[in-house]
């Protein structure tokens, strides 16, 4: 190539390096047009990425940049040219030596190449969207700049949908009026349950559940962002091997073991996140399940279908999310009637998730629920199984979704509500550990207790006589009259189980007697 083509070729990159940085992208679309073997595809991309100014309107260039993803760029509308001074006359010397010096960006940035994306164009929007936030902070902007591209390239699609879409509904669409603003880079960085508290923290801070919109805000941020944890995933399993060959070989050896657990998704973050919620507001736990679906139930705006709910993955998601809420039940301390009834609630999402046995508050008490219920099933459960952080395990026969765990459920609901009643409330867990235990001092000191809250207006005939029916019922779970009970003490199950019938009734006595 001899010198004066080499001049006249950095002449016109010159030339188009002028337009971009004087914001005339259809200047550089005419010239691109008429000089397409000098201005080709990764030239004109890197010269835009470089030297367009990030608050250029993406609508200006758009076009620009799907005629040159085609393969062929047309000149623009004469009305959509401005007058444009060209660049000063240099001479070929010059011209070689300012193309030398003009450090066009790279188009691709290692986190998107770690990933797999290897689309030109689509590395060039996600850097450029990227520029654009870091100046203009405007997500708006970087959604019209993407938007019209994200079906050429899957990539580019999951990066939109995990990261744009999510973002603009949290700053821009749920909490406009929000103090503290994310920017691309440091939402892209979010990852695993830190980022499940912060994408929640907005809705988790108002104290009025009735206010709140998790159940919005799962289903419009989380799930969107949970869309591109595979391609997080890859580019962390990137960055880890290429941290690894760094190290020595006994390092190696030791850092192999804390790799994380491949099987684990971020409704895993989610289900956790309620979990421990269902501690601090139960009643904003309660309404969260009571208004989502589960992880079928992601709002994606149409850039992508929801999961199919009968596949495999997303059954098992499914029963997942439908033991959190069985736990959450669980979790609860507060044993106000209003909790109860928020827990019967969850009950019945729960059985409507799973297809099961389906509860209700307005279960009779001679409904009998535990000939249900497998006497082994119940003898398995221990203390264990009661504790926080073991209620989310998939082989928990408590929580984990069944039409046993669920008959259990509703009868140590209902156990609560009648200890509410009689004047000694305890938390589910606190029944489910009594009906549990074998322990005959430990159900006896329970009853005796019980008794004694009794409230003292509880002084007529009939009125104890509703209390023995609650007792008696709370001592082994099964329909009865109040005549002769139901025979059989081998068989009680309750949380008194473990004090036979007749010193039930001795008790019975002695606290009427007491009132009286």
Avoid at 159 to 184: C, E, H, K
Avoid at 496 to 513: C, G, H, I, Y
Wanted: hydrophobic share 35%; glycine share 4%.
């Amino acid at each position: 190539m001899g010198s004066l083509e080499v001049a006249q070729k950095a002449r016109i990159i010159l030339e188009g390096v002028h337009f971009a940085s004087s914001a005339e992208p259809a200047s550089l679309q005419q010239l691109t047009a008429r000089e397409p073997e000098v201005l080709q595809l990764e030239l004109v991309l890197r010269i835009l990425l470089t030297y367009l100014p990030e608050s250029t309107e993406p609508e200006l260039y758009t076009g620009l940049l799907q005629q040159l993803a085609d393969g062929r760029v047309h000149e623009p509308p004469p009305n959509s040219l401005r007058h444009v001074q060209s660049g000063k006359e240099v001479s070929d010397e010059d011209a070689r030596r300012l193309v030398r010096k003009l450090h066009l960006l790279p188009i691709a940035q290692d986190q998107d190449v770690q990933a797999g994306c290897n689309d030109l164009l689509s590395l060039f929007l996600i850097h450029r969207a990227r520029r654009i936030d870091a100046e203009t902070g405007s997500i708006p902007e970087v959604q019209q700049l993407v938007e019209p591209f994200v079906d050429r390239d899957p990539y580019l699609r999951t990066w939109f949908i995990s990261n744009i879409l999510p973002l603009r509904r949290l700053d821009y669409d749920y909490y406009a009026q929000g103090d503290d603003p994310y920017t691309l880079d440091s939402f892209e960085k979010l990852e695993g349950r830190p980022a499940i508290d912060a994408l929640l923290s907005r809705s988790a801070q108002l104290h009025d559940p009735q206010a709140a919109h998790s159940s919005r805000d799962i289903r419009g941020i989380v799930g969107p962002w949970i869309y591109g944890a595979s391609t997080r995933k890859r580019r962390k399993t990137h960055h880890d091997r290429r941290r690894s060959s760094l190290t020595t070989p006994d390092s190696d050896r030791q850092t192999k073991g804390a790799e994380p657990n491949e099987s684990r998704s971020g409704w895993s973050d989610v289900n956790e996140w309620l979990a421990d919620l269902a501690l601090r507001n139960f009643s904003l736990a309660a309404k969260t399940i009571e208004e989502w679906d589960g992880p079928c139930d992601v709002d994606y705006d149409g850039f992508t279908q929801a999961e199919d709910p009968d596949s495999n993955e997303a059954q098992r998601l499914n029963h997942l999310y439908a033991q959190t809420g069985l736990a959450a039940t669980y979790i609860n301390e507060d044993t106000s009637p209003i909790s109860f009834e928020q827990s019967h609630t969850i009950l019945f999402k729960v059985a409507q998730l799973c297809g099961l046995y389906q509860p209700s508050a307005n279960d009779d008490i001679h409904q009998n629920l535990a000939e249900h219920i497998p006497r082994d099933y119940l003898d398995q459960i221990t203390d264990l199984h009661l504790l926080h952080n073991a209620l989310l395990g998939p082989s928990n026969p408590v929580t984990f979704p069944t039409n046993a765990s669920l008959y259990l459920a509703s009868l140590v609901l209902r156990s609560c509500v009648y200890m509410q009643k009689l004047g000694h409330p305890i938390s589910c867990r606190k029944a489910l550990a009594l009906a549990s235990s074998a322990n005959r001092e430990v159900h006896f000191e329970a009853l005796h207790r019980t008794l004694q809250k009794v409230p003292v207006k509880t002084r007529d005939e009939s009125s104890w006589a509703n209390v023995r029916q609650q007792i008696l019922w709370l001592r082994n779970w099964y329909h009865f009259d109040l005549d002769g009970g139901r025979p059989g003490d081998e068989r009680a199950m309750g949380i008194f189980s473990q004090v036979k019938r007749q010193d039930v009734e001795v008790e019975l006595l002695k606290a009427f007697l007491r009132a009286s």
